[in-house]
Nanobody, 120 residues
Framework: QVYLVESGGGLVQAGGSLRLSCAASGSIKSINTMGWYRQAPGNQRELVATITSGGITDSVDSVKGRFTISRDNAKNTVNLQMNNLKPEDTAVYYC??????????????WGRGTQVTVSS
């Protein structure tokens, strides 16, 4: 089994910053892409940012220039630094990881989510 645990959500005023972290643990052989999705009430889950094991990043246009994704391959962690937050960034943020486990079975795993609320 593989577990993802997020931390760092909270309430912040518009223009503020938050840093989300996610740690993967368990029967991990290797982690390919890691990333963050978010889901606001009434909306579908939206991809926010991804990072490959080689450090190649991508993000949705609405967060470019404000959010930065990073990872530590040795610690199996991924972070999302969120600056200049806007009310429309309010959502539950989910970490995910494309994991090859010790039995060489590959699948995506998800965290339980962490709430980010941005007040205007």
């Amino acid at each position: 089994q593989v577990y993802l645990v997020e931390s760092g959500g909270g309430l912040v005023q518009a223009g503020g910053s938050l840093r989300l972290s996610c740690a993967a643990s368990g029967s991990i052989k290797s982690i390919n892409t890691m990333g963050w999705y978010r889901q606001a009430p009434g909306n579908q889950r939206e991809l926010v940012a991804t990072i490959t094991s080689g450090g190649i990043t991508d993000s949705v246009d609405s967060v470019k220039g404000r959010f930065t994704i990073s990872r530590d391959n040795a610690k199996n962690t991924v972070n999302l630094q969120m600056n200049n937050l806007k009310p429309e960034d309010t959502a539950v943020y989910y970490c995910y990881a494309d994991v090859t486990n010790l039995s060489t079975y590959r699948r995506n795993y998800w965290g339980r989510g962490t709430q980010v609320t941005v007040s205007s």
